[in-house]
Structures are given as structure tokens and as C-alpha cells.
């Protein structure tokens, strides 16, 4: 496995190193991944990573996984010159078109290798992309044909940053050819992760069912009304596994900002949900507005009186007991 | 005279170039250049001001918690509100976990692999630090991997998930903590001490905070310590004599760090000689002589960025920070010298200036401070009381968010007109440190401490050059953001 830096914070290679009872290390030598070189961990620096990466992209070196984190910056004016890779002379993009071909599997770590991500956001200045997309649309720096050896697009394991998770299972099941197209969605994710919602699995689903909603960052109540949360709309098994031991974004008091969605950057006014009428814009994926709208108001309607209260307080002020007997 | 280009300098966080000049086995001058710009200044423009609080983190995924606070101060400064008291000790919770895990990851994953190097197979510590130290397949990594790990897990129960979270607002932090999570939190506290108290300092933790001097840092390592990774690293340096390598031309600055109500844990200040000075903020400008950019005004409430490729005589995309005309050195050595902690000041003293040595174990001496200091923030939440309040941002106005990242001295700056963002700058901890040159030839502290830097028969290959550059912790994602 080769993994390259391109228009990046890092913050994919700190999410995947979270991983493992015996660090990653230890995790990819159980998968029997051997890393070539990686920017932030390899020994080899200067000439000797060079001679490395010459020797994949001659195709020397056979190479099964390659790895990218970042956007692919294509700026200024077609130049790439944004990102150059110290000491080569040679433009970030340039290597990517160069080594991705050798690759028996091409994956995009991140949002910003499969989409574009932040980078892309407006004005995007410096012409930023995914690997093989640019938002939800097609193309993107290697283009919408390219196919790895295999046979296979590039794999997005979208996310800003994904799930520690998300990375190391994408590539032991590529390291154990366990990986067929129609494991993929629509946008390339791994449907592993990406076959359910951000949503599914939130504590505050109490909250959404009787749309008993906070007013304000860290109230309990459902973050989708006000405070512009997309789990509804946004892919991720995120309430499904704990981030860092317990927590998700939700879990954490703050609205999922659909940053496994293409385009996601261009969200104006994160935390605040736009509505027309009072209704929300943006809807549950596959919610009739109609009918969210009727659900809505009986579940409002029928909400207790514990629940509305809890949903603008920062911790449960109303326990659950019987609402009418003797007590339990 | 030759000139060699380096790179890519790896480990660095980031991609990095370093030209040298080498002439008679020593380094006659250094261009360092940052390598990558993805405009996030440009991005934030034109968006309301909360929208900062999602962009701007992700200017780095390293040390994302201290870029959200910095965002958040200056949204605080901006509204003219505090936050309440238990926000701002949630804060400084995740704020030090995350400092200390940056600490870490350098020692461990970015530094010490470099001593494993075979061109070190000649020394009598080459077998031992290659066993322990050899990157990716080091014993090192398999302790400390999950160390870190674990530790991260405060930012589960605290901001939801690492890096990149939102919990870090203007007015506080968004999950309250309860009576259990306090618990849980001060037992992963617990757990990475019995860590640091094994692997990388073999003694309690009271021992290392204990240290005041060269002579007890020496005594440590020849004594109770000796088998730590730290002595490791201490022994290393003497051989190799670290405390003469990478001297930093000064003077050194910190805004300070973990503000509190009863004021911030590290002071803030600048640190010239023997004289630590206030910061003056209107004292900070941005020089773009040798930059990819376009010519601005200095300071950042007025700069503009605006890049320019083809600029003749540019050589990186960072711009290059002054204060007063100076490049300050910033990180866990400045921070250390300006608080004033006895031990620091005796190697500024025995060593005349910022080294390799010195800034490795301010580092260190920072893991041991902030890892005590978690516990007693901890014990200090008030779990009854509110962990957020709401702060209105006004349409209009400017406002700074001074704060230290792990690697030194942050700020962000904002300018709001009409409800949105008019102007954003970002001035990073590597940004000072990895600057180029400005107007007046006045080289960045890295290009300082490389010129004159011995590096015998094997030029830009010579093993010193990754120890000076990777001292300073550089960050380059940031560095131009």
C-alpha cells in the first residue's frame, strides 16, 4: 500500500492511526498490508520516498493499494502548482495520474479525495476536485472512466474525517479481494457504511419522533427543526458505532453537517436550518413532504410533557415514569 | 558552494522542501518551502461568521481542536461575551488531550525514527533505539498507538468525535458532562498517566513535573529514568550533542494557552534575552516578499490573500510573520520560556538559544504539565451548572482569537461586515516558524537555525538536517493553509 498527501489537513491519516487494540501498525500487518511508504509515518524521506514512488509508478514496484488524502488541486490555471510534492519537481496531481493507474485498488480517503470537500467550497481557489469526482458529478481529476487494475472506480470512503473504521475496513477487504462493484453506492462509499443514515441509531431519536426540538446548541431535543442537522439526508452508520470511543456528532451537541455528502461545503449557515413556512428545506431522504409534514404535527401534538422539557435543557430536568397509576 | 533540494520531507505533517547551500561541510544558507496552498482565508470570506466554526478547524487535522478555538475566541471577541466557566474548562480539556497527543505523535511517529536511521548503525544506542524506534515497525508504536487512542477517547465523550468538531462554541462547549462521564474521563486520565509513567518516563509523573534543571534532567536520565524512552532520547542528544544543534536566533513568543478564570495556565508573552515583554498584537504583520502572494498590508485585520504563482523571487506559499520586524520562534519551547518554568530557562541558559535538545524536552516536560492539569480541570466542572450559553455575533466588527496549538502560537482574525465574514487571516504556529524570507533578507527561524549548521561529508543528506527541521514539530498543512 502506497499513501499520498494531496490538498489535505491530515486529518484522515490522524483518524486512521485512532485505530486498533495494537495501533494500526499492528492492524495492517494482521491484513498482511505491507505500507510502502506513507508521508506522515515512513522512514524514507527525500531520494530514498522519490526512488520509491518512481519505482511504482514504472511499474517495478507492483502496487495493490493506493491511498489519497485531500483534495487534488488542479490551480492555478490547469498548473497543479498548488500542491507540488517537495523535491520532485513534479505537481501533486501529476503523481496521482501517474501511480493511480498501477494500482490493483484506488481509494479516496476522505471527502475531499472523493468530492473535492472543503477545498472545493466557493470560490474554490484553486480549482479543486475529488479523484473522480467533482461534487456529486463524474469526472474529477483521474475522470469519470478511469478504472483501477482491478477493474474497480475509485472507492470513496467519504467522511471529514471518516470513521477510523471506515478506512481500515475498506482496505482489508480490498486486501482480501472481498470488494465487487455493487458493494458501492450511487457515489462510490462502501455500502458497509453507507447503506444507512447518519441518523439511524441517534439518542435523540425520542426527539425526532415527537419533532421535540433544542433552540439552541446543547439542549438535548432533535437538532433537524432549528439547528440545521442533515443526519436524515446524509449516509454514515455514525450513531451506529461510537467516534472516539463514545461520542458522534449528535452525541456530541452539535447538528451532522453531511460531511459524507458531496458538496457538503456548500452549505451556507451550518447550524441554522433553512425553512420555508416553517418547514424545513431539506426533508428525511425518502419522506413525502406531506406526509412529514401530517407526522409532524400529530407527533407534536402527542408529544409528553417529559420530552418537550428535556428537548431545550442541556440534561434530562424529567425523568420517565407512568404518566398516570401508582408509581413505578 | 552547492545547492540541493530536499524533499519530500516527510513526517512533517504535510509535504515540505528544503533547499540548502552547503559549502565546506556546512550549511551556508536555507529557502524552506511550503509546498501546498488550498486558500482557506478565500474560502471563509462571505459567509456568515458561525460558518468559521466548521471551516476553519478543517484547516488542519492535527491539531483541529486548537484551530475551533481559536475560531471560537474570536467569535467571543467579536460578540464582546465570555463563556461560562465549565465550557471553558471543557474546552481546555479537549484542548490539552489533544496537545498532548501532537506531543506524542511527533516523539514517537515523527522524531525519535529518525535516530533508527542505518546511518547510525555505528553508535552503541543504534540496536536498542531501532528495536524500539524504527518507524511503522518499531516495538514503540505498538504501546503507544493505543495510548494515544485511548486518550482520544475523552473527544468522544466530550466533542463527539476527533478531528473536526463542532462542540467548541463561542459561549462554551455543547455536551454537558455528567456525573458518570466525569468519572469515565478522569479514568482515561488515569490510564494514559500509567502509560507516561512506563514507557516514557519510567518515574511518577510528580517526578518529571519535579525537574528544575539540566542536572536533574541528567540525573534522571542516568538514574530512576534510565530505562525511559525519554532517557533514551536524553542520551541520544548527548551523543550526538542536540544542545548545540538547531539553535533558533529568537526571540521567542506565546500568546499563552488554557485561558481560565483565573487566567491562563501558560502566560503570554515574548521572550527577548532575559526580558519576557506583553504581546502587542498591532505589533504583528505579514511580510509577502518571498511568498506566492500578492503584495497586502501587514496586519492581519487589513491583509488580504490573493495568491500569485509566477512571482519572481517567491519560494513558498507561506506568507512570513513579524512581530516587530522579527521572526519569533513559537511552540512548546517559547511557551515553556515564557511561562518560566525552571527547567526550561536553565537549558535557554546552558544552551544560549532554543536547540534540538531543548525543544524535545519542553515537549515532554509539557506532557507531564497538561496530563496533571486534565485531572484538576476535570474535578473542577461544575456538573450542576450550564456548559454553554448563547453569545449574539454582531453583524458588524473585528476581532482576534489568540490561543497556543501544540506547535506554538495561533491566531485567527476577523473581519464582519453586513453579517458575514469580510475578511478571515490565519497566522499558524509553523507559519512563524517555516517562514521565508521578508523585504528586509531576514530569514524564518528554520532558515535561521540551519545556516551554519555542520553537516560533514554527507551534505543534505547528513541525519542533522532531519533532526533540526522536524524539532520545531512543523505543521505544513497549516503553515499556508
Known sequence: MVWLQAGSCGGCTMAAIEHGATGWFGELKAFDVDLLWHPSLSEETGDEALAILDSVANGETPLDLLCIEGSLLRGPDGSGLFNRFGGSGRTMLDWVRRIAPRARYCVAVGSCAAYGGIPAGAPNPTDACGLQYEGAFPGGALGEDFRSRSGLPVINVAGCAPHPGWIIETIAALRMDDFAADDLDALGRPKFYAKTLAHHGCERNEYYEFKASAEKLSDLGCLMEHLGCKATQAVGDCNQRGWNGSGSCTHGGYPCIACTSPGFEATRSFLETPTVGGIPVNLPLDMPKAWFVALAALSKSATPKRVSQNATSDRVVQEPRRAKGPEA | MTRTVVGPFNRVEGDLEVAL???????????????????????????????????APRVCGICSVSQSIA????????????????????????????????????????????????????????????????????????????????????????????????????????RAVGMGERVQLLGLVAEFQTFLEGALFGVALDDILALENVGELDAFAAGPGRASDFAAFLRIAADLRLEAAGCGPGPLMSFGAYHGVAGPLFARGLRAGDEVLPVDAAAIGEDVAHSWMRESAAHPFEAETIPAAQKPGAYSWAKAPRYCGKAAEVGAFARQAVDGHPLILDLLRCDGASTVRGRVVARMIEVAILTHALGGWLRALRLKDAFCHQLEIPPE???????????????????????????????????????????????????GALGGLEVGALGARAPIVQHVVRSFDPCMVCTAH
Open chain 2, 397 to 447: 466588527g473585528r476581532a482576534a482569537g489568540l490561543v497556543e496549538a501544540a506547535r506554538g502560537a495561533l491566531g485567527h482574525w476577523v473581519v464582519a461586515r453586513d453579517g458575514v465574514i469580510a475578511r478571515y487571516q490565519i497566522i499558524a504556529p509553523t507559519t512563524w516558524n517555516f517562514s521565508p524570507r521578508d523585504a528586509s533578507g531576514r530569514p524564518g527561524p528554520l532558515e
Open chain 2, 21 to 55: 547551500e552547503i559549502e565546506d561541510g556546512r550549511i551556508a544558507s536555507a529557502e524552506v518551502t511550503t509546498t501546498l496552498y488550498r486558500g482557506y482565508e478565500q474560502l471563509l470570506g462571505g459567509r456568515t461568521p458561525l460558518d468559521a466554526l466548521v471551516i
Open chain 2, 71 to 174: 475560531a471560537a475566541t474570536a467569535l467571543r471577541e467579536l460578540a464582546g461575551g465570555q463563556a461560562v466557566d465549565n465550557g471553558i474548562l471543557a474546552a481546555n480539556i479537549a484542548h490539552a488531550a489533544e496537545n498532548v497527543a501532537d506531543h506524542l505523535t511527533h516523539f514517537y511517529l515523527f522524531f525519535m525514527p529518525d535516530f533508527a536511521r542505518a546511518e547510525y548503525s555505528d553508535r552503541r544506542w543504534s540496536e536498542a533505539t531501532t528495536k524500539r524506534f524504527k518507524a511503522v515497525s518499531g516495538e514503540a508504536a505498538r504501546e503507544v498507538l493505543p495510548a494515544r487512542r485511548r486518550l482520544l477517547e475523552m473527544m468522544g465523550v466530550l466533542a463527539g468525535k476527533w478531528p473536526h468538531s463542532l462542540a467548541f462554541q463561542p459561549g462554551g462547549t455543547t
